[in-house]
């Protein structure tokens, strides 16, 4: 959008969406190598936005330029605030085990429950962290 002699990039762009099929096109024929197993944890219980519409039907913007003086309207569904959990599920790839686990897309990093996921599917467990009784 050329505004007041400025380029405004819109939320829709050709070049981004060509960028995006491409991508699409090589996840769609990602497989998991032989012998490595696959695990997906994604983030619930926030409200996601997952689309955007500017103007109503009772009210639609005519002029491109509009859109600079416009409060968009956010649709969201369940995620992690960030990623859907419909498009965090849409790997197309065969997991071991998928879990959702409520918590925000950068506090799943420090997340005690994924923590735990990931220490049981790796095999492992926290070190006992009893400390031996000795007398004196």
């Known amino acids: 959008l050329t505004y007041n002699g400025k380029t405004v990039p819109l939320p829709f762009n050709s070049a981004i969406l060509k960028w995006a099929a491409g991508t699409r096109g090589i996840l769609n024929k990602t497989q998991v190598p032989n ?8 983030g ?13 039907e009772s009210s639609p913007i005519d002029e491109l330029s509009e859109i600079c ?20 599920k849409a790997d197309n790839l065969d997991p071991v085990e998928r879990i959702g686990v409520p918590g925000s897309h950068r506090g799943l990093l420090n997340n005690d429950n994924v923590f735990e996921l990931i220490q049981n599917w790796l095999g492992v467990s926290p070190e006992n962290k009893k400390h031996s009784k000795t007398s004196k």
């Open 35 to 42: 012998g490595i197993s696959f695990y997906n944890i994604y």
């Open 69 to 88: 003086h416009s409060n968009p309207k956010y649709f969201c569904v369940d995620g992690d605030g960030t990623v859907p959990t419909e498009s965090a």
């Open 44 to 56: 619930t219980s926030f409200d996601t936005p997952f689309d955007v519409c500017y103007g109503s």
